[in-house]
């Protein structure tokens, strides 16, 4: 039944305002637009990657913003990032996981220390800055974690073959459904956004490779790459009052390759 006394208003579910973010990753890619999305709903977003100077230009363009040097690889850094985040905001409402990893190539090749840093980035940053930011976000009373995770995480990639990420982003998947258990009753949502083929730092020149465009187009049901602005209602319906009943959810924006 519809209640009548809660306001028609469907588009200020998605705003951010008066909200602190962290989205890491932020200096290139996917994890600059999120930063641009959050910041354009009225948030406050911390930046967080290994590049200062690009964060800093970043940081100029985005009013209330915070530029924080952070390599993930170190879990000195990822506590040195919210800690730097808490005493410049004193409080934190969503955090979006976005810095990743990966290399391309078969097992055989694969080295294990390529693998346990690909872990180490993509999943054990991930659970280590949730386990930093959930105590303050159950204090304040609720937040929203938004973990990137991709469409690689459910299927296999081959023949572009990536065990060391498809391995990482399956964790993260799962991760994402036991923190939003956790949490639940917390105050705290928990979801997973999973891209498809999207251009990023990590696929740079696949829109250009004749390739890559043909395995693309022959094998999605939408037969080309996702577009940078295909991801913004995604991410703001994750990070907002709109997803408000949303949790341990994996979103999938993958032109239906998934579907298959």
């Known amino acids: 039944m519809v209640n009548p006394d809660v ?11 008066g909200q602190v973010a962290i989205v890491t990753g932020a200096s290139s890619g ?13 948030a406050r977003v911390a930046l ?22 952070a390599d993930l690889r170190e879990a000195a850094d990822r506590e040195r990032l919210v800690a730097s985040v808490m005493d410049h905001y004193g409080r934190i409402d969503v955090l979006v996981n976005n810095a990743g990893i990966t290399t391309v190539g078969g097992i055989e090749v694969e080295s294990i220390e390529t693998f346990r840093m690909t872990m180490e980035i993509n999943v054990t940053a991930v659970w280590h800055l ?9 204090a ?3 937040g929203s974690v938004v973990n990137i995770a991709s469409m690689l995480g459910v299927v296999g990639a081959t023949p572009v073959k990536q065990a060391n990420y498809s391995a990482s982003k399956g964790a993260v ?10 949490w639940s009753r917390k105050g705290i949502r928990v979801n997973s956004l999973c891209p498809g083929w999207f251009l990023s730092e ?12 043909r395995y693309v187009q022959q094998n999605s049901p939408m037969p080309r790459l996702g577009a940078a602005d295909e991801l913004d209602g995604p991410l703001l319906l994750l990070a907002s009052r709109a997803g408000g009943f949303m949790t341990g959810h994996a979103l999938l924006v993958d032109g239906g390759w998934t579907a298959r």
Do not use: W, Y
């Open 140 to 142: 304040q009373g609720g």
């Open 202 to 213: 990590m696929t740079e020149g696949m829109d250009t490779d004749e390739g890559s465009m």
């Open 7 to 17: 306001p028609v208003d469907p588009l200020s579910m998605f705003r951010l305002d």
């Open 30 to 42: 996917l994890g600059e637009r999120f930063a641009r999305v959050l910041t354009a709903a009225g």
């Open 173 to 182: 998947i799962n991760m994402t459904r036991e923190l939003a258990l956790q």
């Open 48 to 69: 967080a990657a290994r590049r200062l100077d690009r964060l800093e230009v970043l940081a100029s363009e985005l009013p209330g913003s915070l530029a924080v040097a």
């Open 130 to 138: 949730c386990k930093l930011v959930g105590p303050h976000m159950i």
